[in-house]
């Protein structure tokens, strides 16, 4: 059952803008830390933004002053706002969700593509 839906994937040109957005299902109880990653083919899949059930943020060093993360507690939505895209931004993005209960639990979206043409 697909319990983290993302959106917002597409293709944007270099210096453009996109957003991203993944809501987790009600049935998920305790939602911590929600957050991005992103997998570019032949890597390894990197930490892209965080952010903490209380609004602390946290940033890769790549994505710092371009990217936004922001949440919804009461729709359970995480949202990624991308500005100035680079074409390294280029990669699959999936949405993270980390749970506390009943136990700690990981959460994966099925990911959705960002290319960035030069």
């Known amino acids: 059952q697909v319990q983290l839906v993302e959106s917002g994937g597409g293709l944007v040109q270099a210096g453009g803008s996109l957003g991203l957005s993944c809501t987790a299902s009600r049935s998920i109880f305790g939602i911590d830390v929600m957050g991005w990653h992103r997998q570019a083919p032949g890597k390894q899949r990197e930490l892209v933004a965080t952010?903490?059930?209380?609004?602390?943020?946290h940033y890769a060093d790549s994505v710092k002053g371009r990217f936004t993360i922001s949440r919804n507690n009461a729709k359970n939505t995480v949202y990624l706002q991308m500005n100035s895209l680079k074409p390294e931004d280029t990669a699959a993005y999936y949405c993270?969700?980390?749970?506390?209960?009943?136990?700690?639990?990981?959460?994966w979206g099925q990911g959705t593509q960002v290319t960035v043409s030069s």
């Open positions: 952010i903490t059930s209380g609004g602390s943020t």
């Open positions: 993270n969700v980390k749970s506390r209960i009943p136990v700690i639990q990981d959460y």
